[in-house]
């Protein structure tokens, strides 16, 4: 046998071990829902976006759990069926001291995917426009 056909018929037969093998495993489900119900995780990151001064936490609204302020934030977002855009702001005075917040969430709602990015100019500004629910560290 030649050195290339040698080649050829061990790449072959390892082609045909890798399928076996694949073919043989057993099919893995994909998971199921781990947190059932209305849930986001919300995260807050202090400074421009190299900070590492980033909090988060798991926010469950069945029953309300995940930061200190969970029963608010769970009522503020059934309110607006979880669009957090639609929180009503509060009508407070806040600084016009430029330190940039940053919140995320993402998660599930009644079913429907959340997906929330914002930007604010400051933490008095954040909580004025989204309430409890980004009230991790007070």
């Known amino acids: 046998m030649t050195a290339s056909a040698s080649t050829a018929t061990r790449g072959g037969l390892l082609s ?3 399928l076996l093998l694949a073919s043989a495993a057993p099919a893995v489900a994909a ?3 781990s947190f059932p119900g209305n849930h986001l995780y919300l ?3 202090k400074g ?3 900070s590492s001064d980033t909090r988060g936490t798991l926010l469950l609204c069945d029953p309300p759990q995940g930061h200190r302020h969970a029963a608010e934030a769970c009522a503020e977002l059934a309110a607006v069926d ?3 855009t639609a929180i009503p702001a509060k009508d407070v005075f806040c600084s ?3 330190a940039p917040v940053t919140t995320h969430a993402r998660g599930e709602w009644h079913g429907r995917p959340v997906e929330y990015t914002e930007t ?3 933490g008095c500004v954040m909580a004025a426009r989204t309430g409890s629910v980004f009230a991790l560290d007070s």
């Open 96 to 98: 016009m001291i430029y």
């Open 16 to 18: 045909a071990a890798l």
């Open 31 to 33: 998971p199921a829902d």
């Open 82 to 84: 979880g669009d957090i």
């Open 43 to 45: 995260t807050v990151t």
């Open 120 to 122: 604010f100019s400051n």
């Open 48 to 50: 421009d976006a190299r």
